[in-house]
């Protein structure tokens, strides 16, 4: 008789997730998956798919591929939740499957890059389309004199710097933002999940409002008549030929279809992406073995539906093609919307000026409601690396009232207002896409590793469909990789650089943590 033996790092997790308060029940659980998932991705990454792409078909293709990843990837994660019920979710799985090197790895790259970099950059969304109400909310609007612009250093096939440095009217509504939720999170659990459902329920509403609409009374001829029949599978064939520029210079090289389609998932993969958010947060769910993986495949289906509908509501409102001068909205088309605001020029071309602050509206709704979830998700997560001497050691203590990460939850505060205000986190999220993949295919590789290592574990839900679907995610996301790797090294090296820099940093970290428990 085999007996699974639960590792120390295990033990010591389940004896300190005992001191979370269980107040995320599924509702709550599904809604911080929909919630994190669903920012400003949808409203904006079309325009740059299509002009990728050039194919209504590759462009509904590219958002099918990102679906049929992203639900795959959730049904296996629902094994490793409900096999680790623990608070630090992913982080927690890549330590007790591959070691806690990778783990760390996992959990620096989170906090420099990943959730840090997302949560500014949907900040500053916020501040963006609050300027819609208030002009003087702006991104040129600059206070105090504090403001500069950072020298532009090429490396090969890199560019850095560039940015705008300093305080503005938009990235202090960010800061502000932040600020407001990180505090409010301190106060529990149920707190920061009452906001994150009431918020989710309204932009689910609003995605769900701008499809029926568009499908019962935005339809618009000339948008048919360009997007579909014949036109539909316009340079979509397996032989068609797609521009690509490479690095960060002007060389541009022509690629085949399934190429093209792995390129386009920068874009959709990323609005997609935080759904295992939930999983950080394992240590406060009810139930978490049965709701983990239901909200999960919930969540993850629901919100990948209304992204694939959306984008057929796109096509049915404006055509693809377009032009950069285009003085009305069809001339410009999907491809070339201003400032790639496609959602708003489908809501405008529905409803004129009136559709433009509808959209607005609603992408701040979802900007609050994003950043909500990934800042309360996100703490978890550092507060898990903190049980594992591998973080600030105040950063894996309680709140000894309201049971929440105070501490982590502040010091991610401080790290996402220095992204603010620096400018840096649009180029910082340009560099991760890359290193996200990675981190997902290391994750379901382990999921492969324990059902060989821990047999006997007590597995409540097992990955559907496995070996097959999580093989079939680990190739394609491989493929994908690869690519970017080949034909968009300006983001994908500096985004291996980042990683790589976390080993000599969790070996200095784990010999202090040594010293200090010695």
């Known amino acids: 008789m085999s007996v699974d033996v639960k590792p120390a790092s295990a033990a010591r ?12 029940g599924l509702t709550s659980s599904t809604m911080l998956v929909m919630g994190s998932m ?4 949808i409203f904006l990454v079309s325009a740059e798919i299509s002009r990728e792409v050039g194919s209504p078909a590759l462009l509904i293709g590219a958002w099918l591929v990102t679906g049929f990843m992203t639900i795959v990837a959730a049904l296996s994660y629902g094994e490793l939740a409900a096999m680790m019920p623990q608070a630090g979710g992913q982080y927690v799985y890549l330590r007790e499957a591959l070691g806690p090197l990778w783990g760390f790895l996992y959990g620096w790259t989170l ?3 990943i959730q840090t970099g997302t949560i500014a950059a949907v900040g500053v969304a916020f501040g963006k389309f609050l300027g819609v109400f208030f002009p003087t909310i702006s991104s040129s609007h600059w206070l105090l004199g504090l403001h500069w612009s950072a020298p532009t250093y090429y490396v090969g096939p890199m560019k850095l710097g560039g940015m705008e440095v300093g305080l503005n009217t938009q990235n202090l509504m960010a800061v502000l933002l932040v600020i407001a939720l990180s505090v409010i999170n301190i106060f529990g659990v149920k707190t920061g999940a009452m906001i994150q459902n009431v918020f989710t329920f309204a932009k689910v509403s609003a995605l769900l409002g701008l499809v029926l609409v568009g499908l019962f009374i935005g339809r618009n001829a000339e948008a048919l008549a360009a997007n579909f029949g014949a036109n539909f599978w316009r340079n979509a064939g397996l032989g068609a030929l797609h521009a690509v520029q490479v690095g960060a210079n002007d060389t541009v090289v022509f690629v085949g279809t399934l190429t093209i389609l792995a390129v386009a998932q920068v ?3 990323f609005s997609a992406d935080a759904w295992n958010n939930v999983t950080f947060t394992a240590g406060e ?8 993986p239901l909200s999960l495949a919930i969540g993850t289906g629901v919100v990948i539906a209304l992204y694939i509908a959306c984008n057929v509501i796109y096509l049915n409102v404006l055509p693809l093609w377009g032009t950069a001068d285009g003085t009305t909205i069809l001339q410009r088309g999907i491809q070339h919307a201003t400032e790639d605001r496609v959602a708003t020029a489908a809501l405008t071309q529905m409803f004129g000026a009136v559709g433009g602050y509808l959209m607005a509206a609603a992408i701040m709704v979802s900007s609050f409601g994003c950043n909500n979830g990934l800042i309360l998700s996100g703490a978890r997560v550092y507060y898990a690396m903190a049980k594992d001497g591998l973080f600030f050691r105040a950063t894996g203590k309680l709140h000894p009232t309201y049971k929440t990460p105070a501490v982590s939850l502040m010091v991610q505060m401080v790290w996402i207002c220095i992204l603010c205000l620096t400018g840096s986190y ?22 492969f590793v324990l059902r060989y290592t821990r047999p006997d574990a007590d597995r409540p839900y097992k990955a559907f469909g496995y070996p097959v679907l999580p093989a079939i995610y680990i190739v394609m996301a491989l493929f994908i990789d690869v690519v970017l790797l080949r034909y968009k090294p300006q983001f994908t090296w500096p985004g291996l650089i980042i990683v790589l820099l976390g080993i000599p940093v969790y070996f200095a970290w784990s010999k202090s943590s040594r010293r200090v428990a010695v």
């Not at 769910?285 to 983990?292: A, D, E, G, R």
């Not at 649009?426 to 999921?447: E, H, P």
Request: charged share 10%; proline share 2%; net charge negative.
């Open 426 to 447: 649009g180029q910082l999220l340009d560099y991760v896409v890359f290193a996200v993949l990675v981190f997902y295919i290391l994750t379901i590789v382990g999921l």
């Open 13 to 24: 997790a389940s004896a300190t997730d005992s001191e979370f308060i269980k107040g995320l």
């Open 111 to 113: 906090f420099l890059v």
């Open 38 to 41: 669903i920012g400003s991705g």
């Open 267 to 269: 874009g959709s993969l």
């Open 285 to 292: 769910v009810k139930n978490p073995s049965l709701n983990l």
